[in-house]
């Protein structure tokens, strides 16, 4: 009978872990393959990386930088376009 009292404490957990085991089971069975996802998306990581290799060959990181706190846009944004001759 003391085995089932103390049984009887950890039913929440034993339900909660039941639970979790059986989404987790659930989630790996009909989850897509990780090649079929790549399969898929092939272009566009391609696509970013073509277009991530040219913008670092070409220097337009180094372009963009120029504010690096951004002070200019916020002022633009916060609606002082006054600053901006």
Known sequence: MEIQA??????FHV?????VIVV????VYAAPRILDIL??????FASTAAFLAMAITS???QQLSDEATGEGI???VAGRPEDFH
């Open 6 to 11: 103390r049984l009887m404490e950890y039913k």
């Open 15 to 19: 339900m909660i872990t039941i639970i």
């Open 24 to 27: 987790l089971s659930s989630l």
């Open 39 to 44: 399969a898929y998306f092939w272009p566009l």
């Open 59 to 61: 220097g337009g990181f």
């Open 74 to 76: 916020m002022d633009y």
